[in-house]
């Protein structure tokens, strides 16, 4: 059960003061069928107050708060499930944290779980659904792709490998996992992480054995994915070393899109296009660390995140 916030929304949208706004809904995909369900409700209560409206779903993806609909003629956008981003400027966004909600006797066990490692020396990390529920640990909230966590030893405590794969890449280290849904503990280590390494570094030694004489970059449009300052430095670099290159610019970055003729692409948007699906695609896939690491000869393997001077 998620608090999807509906008396917060509906005092939102009757405090923009329009007979007929049009209100975009958008969840990730966990939450959409909720989601769904959730707007007629609201579109109810909105009739019951003379307020009509527009009420849509967004279909497309939802991967974090750096991914908001860039669309016309939208009055407000619902957003559940993340927090605003602190280097984007949101116009007209909503943000709904949809926090995971509990029995009291399935809090008891959490907290209990949790604090055993708490005790112990753990960092405890989250995403904003457990937020609220673990507030006493003081944990660190993932915001997307970005996170950084002090600490020698990390407890993740949420659903999926998605954000502890990040924080086992990025500092190298055995990740523990908690699900607070099925109460069970899991981890990702050093084996794991090993093998991405080396694959990884095996991509990189592709380019210093046959380097590209020309390349594909690829940028996003999501507002916060579009590393357009990132892009600039990329181009330069090639320029100085008279490697050819096209631009491009999508939204949704996917295998049936790049069937061009290039040696390789460079992801300058989300770095878990890269980490999580490069298998899926016919031509090597990089973010742009790793083809920084073939610029400069390094095998110094280097995580790629998102960060605010990128823009």
């Not at 958008?26 to 003379?50: C, D, F, T």
């Not at 600490?151 to 924080?167: A, C, D, N, Q, S």
């Not at 690829?218 to 290159?245: A, D, F, M, N, V």
Request: a positive charge; hydrophobic letters at 35%; charged letters at 35%.
């Amino acid at each position: 059960m998620f608090n999807l916030e509906r008396e917060k929304i509906i005092n939102k949208i009757l405090k923009l003061n329009k007979k007929n706004p049009k209100i975009l809904f958008q969840a990730p995909e966990g939450l959409k069928l909720m989601v769904s369900r959730e707007m007629e409700e609201i579109e109810k209560e909105l009739k019951n107050k003379g307020v009509g409206g527009d009420l849509f779903l967004w279909l497309n993806s939802c991967y974090g708060a750096c991914d908001i609909p860039n669309v016309d003629n939208i009055d407000l956008i619902i957003h559940y499930g993340h927090e605003p981003l602190d280097y984007i400027k949101y116009k007209n966004v909503i943000f709904i944290p949809a926090y995971h909600e509990f029995n009291e006797e399935e809090k008891k066990k959490i907290l209990e779980d949790v604090e055993r490692f708490y005790k112990i020396g753990y960092k405890i990390v989250t995403t904003i659904q457990y937020k609220k529920l673990l507030k006493k640990f003081n944990p660190k909230i993932i915001l997307g792709c970005r996170g950084e966590v002090e600490g020698e030893k990390i407890l993740y405590v949420g659903t999926g490998r998605f954000h502890p794969l990040m924080l086992a890449y990025k500092y190298n280290k055995e990740i523990l996992i908690y699900n607070p849904i099925s109460k069970k503990f899991d981890k990702i280590g050093k084996e794991e992480i090993e093998r991405f390494l080396k694959k990884r570094l095996s991509r990189v030694s592709k380019l210093l054995l046959n380097p590209p004489k020309k390349v594909g970059l690829i940028l996003s449009t999501k507002p916060g994915q579009c590393r357009y300052k990132l892009l600039k430095e990329i181009e330069e670099e090639l320029k100085k070393r008279e490697i050819k290159y096209i631009k491009f610019l999508a939204d949704n970055i996917s295998p049936n899109l790049l069937f061009y003729d290039v040696d390789c692409y460079i992801i300058i948007a989300c770095p878990r296009i890269v980490l999580d699906d490069f298998k899926l695609y016919d031509k090597d896939i990089y973010t742009v660390e790793e083809f920084k690491m073939f610029l400069n000869k390094s095998f110094d393997y280097k995580f790629d995140e998102v960060k605010e001077e990128d823009f």
